[in-house]
């Protein structure tokens, strides 16, 4: 099996810094600093850096994203939703990878996945353009055999399979909903996509994520920055792509 990579989502790290310093950026000492967070991640192995640049700029500005392209030395996968402003924001910043997320303003965090079957024709200008400019896109769906078909017609590169019902679940409907997410990525394979998850994987449950066969990538983000406040980031980090070894 191909190692398991790990995307650092650093999103709560510009959450703290803008509970303190919204509107300041650039005029003070904006703590904690976005880039030297995603440094550090590199530091300890992480394999990419992901950010969600929401339309409300809730937590991450345009400046870290323009920041993090010129300091990173591995990856950038940017989540957008589907509006023409993030769009030529993307198109400017040139990330590697774009995930595509569903967004509505009074979401605390991204809820449920991309509907991309119901919203096909209004993405395929966005995955056209995105493509066009060497950009490899990856929606953020249900594991769901629909969502996977039509992110395959969209000519999506990757599939990231929404992993918060498994983590919100316990018992018989945690195991139904692992079985969901293995009978998905097998099946989004089969199809020649990369597959990839997210969405509340943390230090406990990632021992069951680890072991669903082909994937590929995880993005992972509030666990992290949560273990960070006790061990520090690097150690987060390190923490956690132990864990994902599979054994
Ligand atoms: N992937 C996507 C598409 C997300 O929207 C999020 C949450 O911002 C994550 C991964 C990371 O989720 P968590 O913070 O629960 O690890």
Do not use: W
Not at 81 to 95: D, F, H, S, V
Request: charged share 20%.
């Amino acid at each position: 099996m191909n190692t398991l990579r790990l995307g650092v989502n650093i999103d709560h790290v510009a959450t703290l810094r803008q509970a303190r310093y919204t509107g300041m950026l650039g005029t003070h000492n904006c703590e904690p600093d976005v880039v030297a967070a995603a440094l550090a991640c590199e530091r300890a192995g992480a394999h990419g850096i992901t950010v969600h640049l929401r339309a409300d700029r809730r937590h991450i500005q345009d400046e870290d994203v323009f920041q993090l392209r010129k300091s990173l030395k591995t990856k950038l996968n940017l989540e957008m939703g589907n509006t023409p402003e993030i769009l030529e924001i993307a198109l400017r910043i040139l990330p590697e990878d774009v995930c595509l997320v569903p967004e509505n303003r009074q979401e605390v965090t991204t809820e449920g996945g991309l509907d991309v079957a119901s919203q096909f024709d209004a993405l395929v200008p966005t995955a056209r353009q995105l493509k066009a400019a060497g950009i490899r896109i990856s929606p953020f769906i249900e594991p769901d055999a629909a969502q996977i078909d039509a992110s395959v017609a969209l000519g999506a590169h990757a599939v990231e399979l929404h992993t918060g019902a498994f983590a919100n679940t316990l018992g018989e409907a945690h195991q139904r909903e692992l079985a969901r997410i293995r009978e998905a990525a097998a099946y989004a394979h089969e199809r020649g996509l990369q597959v990839n998850a997210g969405h509340g994987i943390n230090y406990t449950n990632i021992v069951e994520i680890r072991d669903v066969p082909y994937l590929a990538e995880l993005n992972i983000g509030h666990t992290i920055v949560s273990r960070a406040i006790f061990v520090g980031l690097e150690n987060a980090v390190a923490e956690l792509l132990a864990a994902m070894q599979r054994k």
